[in-house]
């Protein structure tokens, strides 16, 4: 079983800067996708950003955050979102998760099998 814990969300002024990131308990992390997604209220959860294990992939990106959010992974265990030009639409609930998708699912939840509890983030206007 895959524990997933994220950390870093709060309260930012619009165009500002926060860093999120997520750690997975599992030794056989390194084997899979991590995601972000994020749910804001009264709408459906939607995908952030995704990350391959493997070297030399390239991250993906919703087109709403192309440009202004990176992924990263910092070892076999963290996987990390830097949030710049924060806009008050980015205020949601984030969250990490990892899994197995394949090159044209990594946007969809239901392939990502583990998920994390989420963390807040407010972007004020």
């Known amino acids: 079983q895959v524990q997933l814990v994220e950390s870093g969300g709060g309260l930012v002024q619009a165009g500002g800067s926060l860093r999120l990131s997520c750690v997975a308990s599992a030794r056989t992390f390194s084997t899979y996708m991590m995601g972000w997604f994020r749910q804001a209220p009264g709408r459906e959860r939607e995908f952030v950003a995704a990350?391959?294990?493997?070297?030399?992939?390239?991250p993906y990106y919703a087109d709403s955050v192309k440009g202004r959010f990176t992924i990263s992974r910092d070892n076999a265990n963290t996987v990390n979102l830097q949030m710049n030009s924060l806009k008050s639409e980015d205020t949601a609930v984030y969250y990490c998760?990892?899994?197995?998708?394949?090159?044209?699912?990594?946007?969809?939840?239901?392939?990502?099998?583990?998920w994390g509890q989420g963390t807040q983030v407010t972007v004020s206007s």
């Open positions: 998760a990892s899994g197995t998708p394949d090159g044209q699912s990594y946007y969809k939840q239901i392939a990502y099998d583990y």
């Open positions: 990350v391959s294990w493997t070297a030399g992939v390239t």
